[in-house]
């Protein structure tokens, strides 16, 4: 297929080349979770730590010039990576969840009161749920959810009963980690701003794989984590928009974040400095800066499309496994990954025995209970596709399912088929 990335790119992945559970070839599937670093971005740690490291903005000192240097170009990568307008729109964070919550008090604790509206969706992660339940219990807000379709896509039809002129956020995801439902970001954008809202995106599973472009997407926050697109873990970005940032009140209190401190009173300083007290993650901010630089030489389109024909494949081949029941949309809506459960066998008991052929995946409910509940089910396996995974990794996958349904199948049946 030509739409495939070249083979050689996996000779980058030194992890990927190992073997698990006595020869088995390690078929790595779960990339949603968090995905693997080229050795371009674990050099670029190694150079760090060996050569350039020191805190930043601090120390008048050559390693300290360089640090800092490397921080803020990995700062001006990022915000290209998104196409922000500014570079100080650009916050380190220590990930999505650290993203949303800062948002949730800096923003939420200044804007939201008592009788406002908080648009969720049923499909959300934990972390972009549970901030906002508790800035609810902190104001007394209320929080209302964007209807699903019967497929699992938001009901953009619908946003009419949803949104009022109560309504100060709509935070959602721009992929759903559960369903794969890429979700219209933008449409939904449009239409929140119409009413009066803020909109933050949950941008953890579509910044590793798609172009983001948060001008066009007409967004005013979006958070992200760098371990799930080839950087390091413990650093994320929030992205908000400059008017909104400046006008923000700090969230963490420490050094870095203030202007002046006196003995009982500070001011703060200017974004992003506001919003990154302490140390930040300095290393994993340059290597996040190394992992952009790498899916940029392979280009962020080329990698989408690598997926959908992953998708493609992998929707039409999971069909063959008896009992399986595929939740979510239909391909052309949906990202790089899969959920799925079958009639007999636990999730958990499917990921294990997945695991015993070499095959690693998700099981469990996601950080999406609620959607899981709605569903009708308590837990679901999933399989999640990156730019290093290839077509025979699916056909071990849908392989080892099929023996693992053999093996499960209700003895009636069994005796059946071999009649
Ligand atoms: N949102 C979504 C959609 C996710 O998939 C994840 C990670 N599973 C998160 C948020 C949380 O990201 P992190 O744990 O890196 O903060």
Same mark, same amino acid.
């Given at each position: ?20 559970h006595? #020869?088995?070839p &390690? ?17 670029a740690?190694?150079?760090?730590y060996s ?6 903005h %601090? ?6 010039? %360089? ?7 990995a %700062?001006?990568?990022? %915000? ?9 729109e650009?916050?380190?964070t ?9 948002v949730?008090?800096?923003?939420g ?7 406002d509206?908080i648009? &969720? ?6 972390s972009?749920?549970?901030p906002?339940?508790?800035?609810a ?7 209302k ?10 009901d ?7 949104l009022?002129?109560? @309504?100060?956020l ?16 933008k @449409? ?10 803020v909109v ?8 590793p794989h798609?172009? @983001? ?8 926050f ?6 799930k ?6 650093? #994320? ?17 420490g050094?870095?974040? =203030? ?12 974004p992003?400095a506001?919003f990154e007290? #302490? ?20 280009g ?10 992953? =998708? ?12 399986i029941?595929? &939740? ?17 066998p ?17 099981a ?14 308590t ?5 999640s ?15 080892s &399912?099929?023996?693992? #349904?053999?093996r ?8 059946k088929?071999?009649?």
């Open positions: 297929d030509p739409r495939l990335l070249p083979e050689s790119l996996r000779d980058d992945f030194p992890i990927l080349h190992q073997n698990v006595e #020869g088995r &390690l078929v790595f599937l779960d990339s949603a979770a968090s995905a693997h670093r080229p050795r371009q971005v674990i050099d740690i190694v150079e760090c050569h350039n490291y020191a805190n930043v %601090r120390g008048i000192h050559t390693l300290s010039e %360089r640090a800092t240097d490397a921080y803020e170009q %700062r001006e990568k990022l %915000r290209a990576f998104l196409n922000a307008e500014h570079a100080d650009i916050v380190f220590g990930g999505t969840t650290a993203a949303i919550n800062t949730a008090r800096a923003w604790d200044a804007n939201v009161s008592r009788g509206e648009l &969720l969706t049923p499909m959300e992660h934990h972009n749920l549970v906002w339940f508790q800035l219990e902190r104001t007394g807000a209320t929080i959810h964007v209807p699903l379709t019967d497929d699992g896509r938001l953009v039809d619908r946003m009419g009963e949803v009022t002129d109560r @309504t100060r709509c935070a959602l995801a721009s992929v759903s980690n559960t369903l794969g439902t890429i979700n219209p970001v @449409t939904i954008a449009r239409l929140a701003h119409e009413a009066g809202a933050l995106v949950d941008a953890a599973q579509s910044a798609m172009h @983001t472009d948060v001008q066009d997407l007409g967004v005013d979006l958070a992200l984590s760098g371990h697109m080839c950087g390091p873990s413990g650093v #994320g970005v929030l992205y908000g928009r400059r008017e909104l940032l400046a006008a923000m009140p700090p969230f963490m209190g050094g870095s974040m =203030i202007n002046r401190v006196y003995l009982d009173r500070f001011t703060p300083a200017d992003p506001r007290a #302490g140390t930040p993650p300095i290393a994993g901010a340059i290597a996040l800066g190394a992992a952009v630089d790498y899916l940029q030489s392979i962020v389109d080329a990698i989408h499309r690598h997926e959908e024909a992953l =998708i493609d494949y992998a929707w039409e081949r999971l069909q063959e496994v008896p009992g029941r595929l &939740l979510g949309p239909a391909p052309k809506f949906r990202a790089g990954l899969v959920s799925f459960v079958m009639e007999r636990h999730p958990h008991d499917i990921a294990q025995l997945l695991d015993f052929d070499g095959v690693a995946v998700r469990g409910h996601h950080c999406t209970q609620p959607l899981h509940d709605l569903l009708g089910i837990a679901s396996t999933r399989a596709f990156y730019l290093y995974n290839r077509p025979e990794e699916i056909d071990a996958l849908v392989g &399912l099929q023996k693992i #349904g053999d499960f199948k209700p003895s009636g049946r069994k005796r088929r071999k009649q």
